[in-house]
């Protein structure tokens, strides 16, 4: 069956950086857009990225834009989200999420995933 498997949360201070993985079972990995997530305590779940399968076009949430980037390695099965200059409000748990690609027009923001990984805490001290 399909598995996402987030890892590389943890805590870390205003200002720094930290980057996430999820790697993916059980589907044909070039085939998927792979997505980012977060929801942090007492609030909706909120987009962060998208990569979409090749050529890789990505898009990003509003409040992660130049400071967040997200990548996949399509040889390893993973994405990556590289989260720089983190704040406070960054703190939430991380969901990578995949999605069928057949090169339709996704949502803006992102919100539909077909398939979700169990998340990673990312706490963010200031």
């Known amino acids: 069956q399909v598995q996402l498997v987030e890892s590389g949360g943890g805590l870390v201070q205003a200002g720094g950086s930290l980057r996430l993985s999820c790697a993916a079972s059980?589907?044909?990995?070039?085939?998927?857009?792979m997505g980012w997530f977060r929801q942090a305590p007492g609030k909706e779940r909120e987009f962060v990225a998208v990569?979409?399968?090749?050529?890789?076009?990505?898009d990003y949430g509003d409040s992660v834009k130049g400071r967040f980037s997200i990548s996949r390695d399509n040889a390893k099965n993973t994405a990556y989200l590289e989260m720089n200059s983190l704040k406070p409000e960054d703190t939430a748990v991380y969901y990578c999420?995949?999605?069928?690609?057949?090169?339709?027009?996704?949502?803006?923001?992102?919100?539909?995933?077909?398939?979700w990984g169990k998340g990673t805490l990312v706490t963010v001290s200031s």
């Open positions: 999420g995949g999605r069928v690609d057949n090169g339709q027009i996704f949502e803006r923001p992102v919100g539909r995933m077909d398939y």
């Open positions: 059980g589907l044909t990995f070039s085939s998927i857009a």
């Open positions: 990569i979409r399968r090749s050529p890789g076009r990505t």
